[in-house]
């Protein structure tokens, strides 16, 4: 099986692991902008509100893609957050099932090979993020994230990571803010050892596993939102995620660069990025209905090490109701 095979395997998966990261630095940065008035103040001169919000959502989300790979896939999204005077607690949770059918000896005319029942993959996420603000404008932020993805063959990616928030501006109709941090990633996968020097890994092996080790680096994010109506807003998000420290073991390299490989990532050569476009439709009070456009960039320690590209563009859709 040639990369390029492996990568129409894997990508149908991928691009859910993709729309799910970028939704969820998206969702990150819980901002609400209204349909009203201009202020004549601006939203930094705002004290800090001496109260206590609830919030909660459910999400249900899917998409459907053909072509050399056959695929139906499904995930359920949440999360709730306290706000309690100067300090904010936010917790998120997600799952999703992914089946996969793959044309495997690349001809139409003689069906998938795998069929899609015969090839379901999985998909978890968690993030806790606590926030304390400084103003209304200012926050300092914690947060743990947690991700899994059988079709990538990552058993887990961790990430800790602390940082600063501020709004460039927050007025009536839209909002913008930017997140500076550092992070601390460890990533976990099945692994062959590449004996055969050819960049793969093999999918039967569930025994050994290959560890990034554990890498320092830093996150630069910005969150823009458009109220356009009363019951429709427009949202983008971009996050960048470089290493700095150490150099990571990397021996997919050889297959996915043409010259200079050396089997290992150095500074920013183990970067992701995700940039996420919603147009949010709230039909009722409680009720939203989400189109998101996603794009995607991995070059992790080990994640993607048989994809045949290092980056995904899909499109989504969720549907959300908010509890409180």
Request: aromatic share 10%; hydrophobic share 40%.
């Amino acid at each position: 099986m040639n990369l390029r095979t492996i990568h129409s395997a894997l990508f149908p998966a991928l691009t859910l692991l993709a729309v799910s990261r970028a939704a969820a630095a998206a969702e990150t940065v819980p901002v609400e902008v209204k349909v009203a008035k201009p202020t004549e103040k601006a939203a930094a001169q705002v004290e800090v509100k001496a109260d206590v919000t609830h919030e909660a959502q459910a999400s249900l989300g899917g998409f459907f893609a053909a072509g050399n790979t056959s695929s139906l896939a499904g995930k359920a999204d949440g999360f709730y957050q306290l706000r309690a005077f100067r300090h904010g607690l936010r917790v998120e949770a997600g799952g999703g099932l992914a089946g996969i059918a793959v044309d495997t000896d690349g001809n139409p005319a003689t069906g998938y090979e795998i069929p899609l029942d015969k090839n379901i993959n999985t998909l978890l996420n968690g993030k806790l993020r606590y926030d304390f603000f400084f103003t209304e404008e200012d926050t300092g932020y914690a947060s743990v994230f947690g991700l899994h993805d059988s079709a990538a063959k990552l058993a887990t990616r961790i990430r800790a990571e602390a940082g600063y928030r501020r709004f460039i501006f927050h007025q009536d109709k839209h909002a913008l803010s930017i997140e500076l941090g550092a992070v601390y990633t460890i990533e976990r996968a099945p692994y062959d050892g590449d004996t055969n020097a050819d960049g793969k890994i093999d999918l039967g092996d569930d025994v050994r596993f290959e560890k990034s080790g554990g890498s320092a680096g830093t996150r630069l994010m910005l969150a823009y939102v458009n109220a356009l109506s009363e019951n429709l807003a427009l949202s983008q998000s971009f996050e960048v995620i470089p290493n700095l420290w150490p150099e990571l073991e990397a021996p997919y390299e050889r297959a996915r660069v043409d010259t200079g490989a050396d089997d290992k990532l150095g500074i920013a050569e183990a970067t992701t990025c995700a940039a996420t476009t919603a147009l949010t439709l709230n039909p009722a009070k409680n009720l939203a209905l989400s189109f998101l456009l996603g794009v995607g960039y991995d070059f992790g320690a080990v994640a993607r090490r048989n994809a045949y590209t290092n980056y995904d563009v899909n499109t989504s859709i969720a549907v959300s109701y908010k509890f409180f």
